[in-house]
């Protein structure tokens, strides 16, 4: 079992322990999407698959924090809020964006990227170093504007 997992295992057995009805929630939401991930591809997932699925999980909830401060519904925004801060607590530190400028440049020297055809290898590099520690949509765009200028 990957650290990541046994760490949110734990983590579930604490929250039952103590009675936290939202982070066990949330935890238990986590580790459904693990054991799903799990069935579909039949094989034990690693550390970087699990930070893969809380990058997702996260994600999704930035997006429903969006939506639901737009149609004014305060009460889901408070909930997802919630969610997020505890799936972060899975996620490593997020990058600088001085060390995101710097890991885009090295990313685009070394792979040799001249334009954007060349986008794909520069995204290659950068996702294993970058997964779960930057929006890559995000960087995407710094990579556009890297290789368009």
């Known amino acids: 079992m990957s650290d990541l997992k046994q760490r949110l ?31 579909d591809t039949r094989e034990d ?8 699925i809380l990058d997702k999980l996260s994600k999704q909830r930035r997006e429903s924090i969006s939506q639901f401060k737009d149609a004014g519904r305060d009460d889901l925004v408070a909930q997802e809020e919630m969610e997020l801060g505890f799936i972060q607590r899975y996620l490593p530190e997020p990058l600088s964006d001085d060390e995101v400028q710097s890991l885009v440049t090295e990313a685009i020297a070394s792979s040799g990227a001249e334009s954007m055809k060349d986008m794909g290898k520069v995204m290659a590099i950068l996702k294993p170093q970058m997964q779960g520690r930057a929006d890559m949509g995000k960087i995407s765009g710094i990579i556009k504007s890297a290789l368009a200028g």
């Open 9 to 39: 295992s734990d983590d579930m057995k604490a929250a039952m322990r103590a009675k936290e009805k939202d982070l066990l929630m949330t935890v238990r939401t986590i580790l459904a999407a693990i054991k799903q991930q799990e069935v």
């Open 45 to 52: 997932l690693n550390d970087t698959d699990v930070l893969a």
